[in-house]
């Protein structure tokens, strides 16, 4: 096999250079004609976005995680001031010893009742708690029924005596309380409260600041030997994860120096080991200043995907430096190292970088502000590293002095690691090529298959994004536990005309409703308008339980409902609207979306004139909503995605065998992640989903950088076997290397508090690996059998691409 080192020279550049190639040359000599001038004005600009860059804060929102004009979110926000407030607050106080019907337990849930009804943002007309006089008990008495607080406003926490709790723990199991203030063992109570996004003055809640606030005012105060404070709730699980996402820096340092030791081990130089680090970092900085000038901060859910974009930028460098040093190696001066670099790299770096965009403007399909600024920052980050690695590196490499000691080092060490790339390129062999497109055939049926039943959404409980021993976790798993309300919760709304409580019709359908809706999988309990009508027409009937009924008097019906609108979460006061919520066992999109298909099974085969079930407010309302949206935007969008590599591939290349060999071994390594995430229970979620984005982009870098060589050696007349092997030779040690290096620095995030970004970090090495081995043998393997099926009628003409 002929060495690449000593392989014919390529023609010089023809007569006839397309347009796109004469650009690019005038590019290259504008940019290294002004390189002072150049590097001087794209430092300044550094300095520039620096400051707005350091001026970003994270910024997170309930109402930004919606998904606008869904049909969920609508029912949402036309009945979210009358049904539970999906943005509430669960403050449990646990006695460690004993029960919570101890006059020290009592005084500390009435401490904590304050403290939460006085902290900002808090809707004080909704906070409940067996203080609070919102919670009613309904007695029917010689006087008549009656609806008097669980503890009466004459009892004061100083002033409680043994009778007095015992009289306290009577009226709680007589109003219903056990399980829902109370906890089922009775070793704790609740305090829930709503949120609001916004105060009086129009100002947007910070959750960040907020969840430290709670620390500060509700736990470290009021937890202590005897009494342990539980808290959940949006406001803490993002508060969590923002102060875990502080971990996020120190673990992607971690991978920062993972790299750039490995940079360092591959070219033997600290200045050509900095130079690509610092040009990402560089790129880095302005997309932080751009966010900031734009007005956007950084979601504490989106915080990765600015270090995603580095890897991105790191990839990159690393293919200049290899093509540098490889020039150099060949006795080629820094300087025209260098600008051969720029010229031959520009178009298929570009044409990578730009897929990459392409892909992450996608994502702005999926109408939840989050993911679309999400989609902003990450094409903000890929636009940026078109200059800063494509421009800026190779320019400021030129002023770099090698001495001949290293250049001769330099090709010692290329020929010792590319001497094992020698058994790979044999992939070129026709029928060794036949061979690996049948196990790549057989994989991709395989990754199909076993990817069918992927779930979009979260698979575990709790908070996905921590992990299962975060103690907002553990909070939430002893909640759950001990109450039957339970955490997450789906408002299910029946809407009637004005002024119907006179129709007892409304009732009897909605006890239909619930009574369908109990045997249901994932339904732990259920509290609704129905279930209040039974409940107070046995009070009103002397306790007796065969009146447990929803009443069809139509003036009873009417008496009752005006009992019932005092409390707020079931109903409003005409009766136009009622609701049912269904308390769920946990929020997994499996749980949730059963749920909903059960739901809308009663709707279609159960319906009433007048009445329209409407789905879904509640924090599971919104959940599902998101996963309905991700799963509807999923395929457009990868459609889209493709289809842009498609269109840029064919107008760089005008071949379709460039974008069949590109392009299919791309799809077969999107469906092993696609089976990777299944086999590791991870949900299709907001999160992963720019991942799988990313590794499409990831890929594409590699097959890009691998078909460029590919066809300026067939160009210069090689056969296509030949010109396989020459280029895996030349460029297969530097995208090895890069997926390494970069899957290994991001495998540390596995370390990490955050269960996402160790998630995330598991599945983005795997993409870097998957991709790296699909360009590396299935992209060769295919575009030796498209030239033996579809043979050239005319020889390679290097369309776009730079020859030195």
């Not at 880095?284 to 995603?308: E, H, I, K, M, S």
């Not at 009622?578 to 809308?600: C, G, S, W």
Request: hydrophobic share 50%; aromatic share 10%; net charge neutral.
């Amino acid at each position: 096999m002929s060495d690449p080192n000593h392989a014919p020279a390529p023609a010089p550049v023809p007569a006839q250079a397309s347009a796109l190639q004469r650009a690019v040359q005038r590019l290259e000599a504008f940019c290294f004609s002004h390189r002072r001038g150049i590097l001087v004005a794209l430092a300044l600009f550094t300095l520039a976005m620096a400051w707005f860059a350091a001026q970003l804060r994270m910024d997170a929102g309930f109402d930004k995680q919606m998904p606008s004009g869904h049909e969920y979110i609508q029912t949402f926000q036309a009945y979210r001031e009358d049904v539970l407030g999906a943005n509430r607050l669960n403050v449990v106080v646990r006695a460690r010893h004993g029960t919570i019907w101890t006059a020290p337990a009592l005084k500390r849930l009435y401490e904590v009742t304050q403290a939460v009804t006085y902290l900002p943002g808090i809707e004080r007309l909704g906070v409940q708690s067996m203080w609070t006089p919102n919670s009613f008990v309904n007695e029917i008495t010689e006087e008549g029924f009656r609806a008097d607080p669980l503890i009466d406003a004459t009892i004061t926490p100083d002033r409680l005596t043994p009778e007095i709790i015992a009289g306290i723990q009577r009226a709680a199991a007589q109003g219903g309380f056990i399980g829902t203030l109370v906890s089922r063992d009775q070793t704790s109570a609740m305090v829930t409260a709503e949120l609001a996004e916004y105060d009086a003055q129009g100002r947007k809640l910070d959750y960040v600041a907020y969840n430290h606030l709670l620390e500060e005012k509700i736990r470290a105060r009021f937890e202590d030997g005897d009494f342990e404070v539980q808290i959940i709730g949006f406001a803490k699980q993002i508060g969590d994860i923002a102060d875990g996402a502080q971990s996020v820096l120190k673990f992607c340092l971690v991978a920062l120096l993972l790299t750039a030791g490995a940079v360092y081990w591959y070219c033997r130089s600290v200045r050509f080991t900095l130079l690509p680090i610092a040009c990402s970092l560089a790129s880095l900085v302005w997309q932080f200043g751009t966010l900031r000038l734009l007005g956007f901060g950084l979601d504490p859910l989106a915080v990765l995907v600015p270090f995603l974009v580095f890897a991105i930028g790191v990839s990159h460098g690393v293919q200049q430096i290899n093509y540098i040093v490889r020039r150099i190696s060949q006795g080629h001066s820094t300087y025209e190292a260098c600008r051969d670099s720029f010229g031959g790299l520009l178009i298929p770096g570009t044409l990578a970088l730009v897929t990459a965009f392409v892909s992450f403007v996608t994502l702005l399909m999926i109408p939840i502000p989050m993911v679309r600024e999400l989609a902003i920052a990450a094409s903000l980050g890929v636009a940026y590293k078109i200059v800063t690695n494509l421009v800026m590196l190779p320019v400021a490499a030129s002023f770099f002095e090698v001495s001949r000691d290293f250049a001769d080092q330099a090709l010692l060490q290329r020929e010792r690691r590319s001497g094992w790339l020698r058994v790979l390129a044999r992939l070129a062999q026709p029928r060794a090529a036949a061979v690996m497109l049948l196990v790549t055939a057989v994989v991709f049926g395989a990754a199909v298959w076993q990817s069918r039943d992927r779930v979009v959404g979260t698979l575990q409980p709790g908070a996905p994004e921590l992990r299962e021993d975060a103690r907002f976790n553990r909070d939430a798993a002893s909640i759950a536990r001990n109450f039957d309300t339970g955490l997450d919760w789906l408002t299910v709304v029946f809407e009637a005309p004005p002024e119907s409580c006179g129709n007892v019709n409304i009732g009897l359908y909605q006890d239909r409703f619930v009574w369908a809706m109990q045997p249901v999988e994932g339904v732990l309990s259920i509290s609704s308008y129905a279930g209040q009508l039974r409940l107070y027409n046995e009070g009103y009937n002397e306790g007796n339980p065969k009146m447990a009924v929803v009443p069809i008097d139509s003036a009873n019906y009417a008496a009752l409902s005006t009992e019932i609108a005092r409390i707020r979460g079931t109903m409003r006061k005409d009766c136009s609207m009622t609701a049912v919520n269904l308390f769920l066992t946990d929020h997994k999109a499996t749980t949730i979306q059963r749920v909903i298909d059960a739901v809308k099974a009663f709707r279609g085969g159960h319906p009433m004139p007048g009445v329209n079930i409407r789905l879904a407010a509640g924090n599971a309302g919104v959940l599902a909503a998101i996963d309905d949206e991700v799963e509807k935007s999923e395929l457009p969008m990868m459609l889209y995605v493709y289809a842009a590599i498609v269109v840029l591939v064919f107008l760089v290349y005008r071949d379709l065998r460039a974008v069949a060999a590109c392009c299919l071994p791309l799809t077969v390594g999107t469906f092993i992640g696609y089976w990777f995430m299944k086999e590791l229970q991870i949900g299709l979620t907001v999160a992963t989903l720019p991942v799988m984005v990313l590794a499409v982009g990831i890929g594409v870098d590699y097959a890009f950088y691998i078909y460029n060589r590919l066809l300026m050696h067939m160009a210069a007349g090689q056969t296509i076997v030949k010109a396989i092997e020459h280029a895996i030779l030349e460029v297969g040690t530097a995208t090895i290397f890069t997926a390494i290096t970069l899957a290994v620095g991001v495998a540390t995030w596995s370390f990490s508090q955050l269960k996402f970004q160790a998630d995330m970090g598991k599945l983005l090495a795997f993409m870097f690996m998957v991709n790296m081995v699909m360009a590396m043998t299935a992209l060769p393997a295919m575009a030796v059998w498209l030239e033996r099926l579809f043979p050239r009628r005319k020889p390679v003409r290097v369309t776009g691409l730079q020859q030195h």
